[in-house]
């Protein structure tokens, strides 16, 4: 079975602290994808690659950085966490630009104390 | 520029009620259309698509016909459960762009 695999289901961090969210696929997939959700906001698309080594800003980069050195990892990193990024951060990849649709991961829950 | 617009929720029914979430989109080019569903705690599963105008996307009970003379593609289903409990998403892509468009997501709730 196909897998998008986030490696924590919940994370607890300080305020300050450089927190990594791990994805991993096992498709082969071109393509992947860092969301966070909030309640009333639905999904935001944070940053996205569509190679190794590539990146492009999402609708809300700010705060936030990834790192994409091999094909299935795709990491999220948060610099220097606040508050504000409390949040549920979803990871998903697709083989092409989203025509067929994405495999999500079950989601992290970060908060940030 | 694309996107969806679906019901505000909560929805709230009753076990075995029939279902439908309404969604409409706007787009240029010739999108193929979602539906996706998060339970709680969960990422979001593909429930159901369609690529062309007339397809019927179906799965699980669930069914959504891609009506191109309205742009909709509302979610129904003969007879919910409560296992049906969950946020459904429906969402677009289109040839040209290059991500999925979300809606903001529907709330269900089915009381037993």
């Known amino acids: 079975d196909v897998k998008v695999t986030q490696s924590s289901r919940y994370l607890v961090k300080r305020t300050g602290e450089k927190v990594f969210l791990e994805c991993v696929q096992d498709m082969d997939h071109e393509n992947m994808f860092w969301y966070r959700q909030d309640p009333g906001l639905g999904l935001r698309l944070i940053y996205f690659?569509?190679?190794?080594?590539?990146?492009e800003k999402g609708d809300i980069p700010e705060g936030y950085s990834v790192s994409r050195e091999k094909k299935e990892r795709f990491s999220l990193i948060l610099e220097s966490a606040s508050t504000n990024q409390t949040s549920m951060y979803l990871c998903a990849s697709s083989p092409d630009r989203g025509y067929y649709g994405y495999t999500f991961g079950s989601g992290t829950r970060l908060t940030v104390v | 520029g694309n996107s969806v617009t679906q019901m505000e929720g909560p929805v709230t029914l009753s076990e075995e009620a029939f279902l439908t979430i309404n969604c409409t989109y706007t787009?240029?080019?010739?999108?193929?259309l979602f539906w996706y569903v998060q339970y709680p705690g969960e990422g979001l599963q593909l429930l159901l698509k369609?690529?062309?105008?007339?397809d019927k996307g179906s799965n699980k009970g669930f069914e959504a016909t891609y009506r191109k003379e309205t742009t909709s593609f509302h979610l129904e289903k003969g007879s919910v459960q409560v296992s049906d409990s969950a946020v459904y998403f429906c969402a677009l892509s289109t040839n040209r762009d290059d991500k999925i468009i979300f809606g903001k997501g529907t709330r269900l709730h089915i009381l037993p």
């Open positions: 787009a240029t080019g010739y999108p193929s």
């Open positions: 690659s569509y190679d190794v080594k590539m990146k």
């Open positions: 369609a690529t062309k105008a007339d």
